[in-house]
């Protein structure tokens, strides 16, 4: 049977929504059949990401702590040296005199 003439036999508005309805089902069975279960996989990939990127934040953390700490450690050895430098100068200036 080809369209013309069920729409002869039946009308228009009843083809219509027989062809909507199975246009519906079809639509309802792809979302089913072939998101649903891709949706639920992209799900459990994207909690696998955010624990990774977490991770990463708090490696970030870390390393930041360890670089604040260095930075500390160089400018306290940079005021122990300048103040070994003055005595060793007053020393010297010490003994010119």
Known sequence: MDVASLIADFG???????????FIYYVWKYINNDIK???GKM???LIRV????????????????????V?????????????KEKEALEKIEGKKK
């Open 71 to 83: 930075l500390e450690y160089r400018a306290r050895q940079e005021v122990l040296e300048d103040a």
């Open 50 to 69: 955010i624990d990774q990127f977490r991770m990463l934040d708090q490696d970030l953390i870390r390393l930041q702590q360890k670089v604040n700490v």
């Open 37 to 39: 279960p891709e949706l």
């Open 12 to 22: 228009f508005p009843i083809v219509a929504v027989v062809g909507l309805g199975y």
């Open 43 to 45: 799900h459990m990939e």
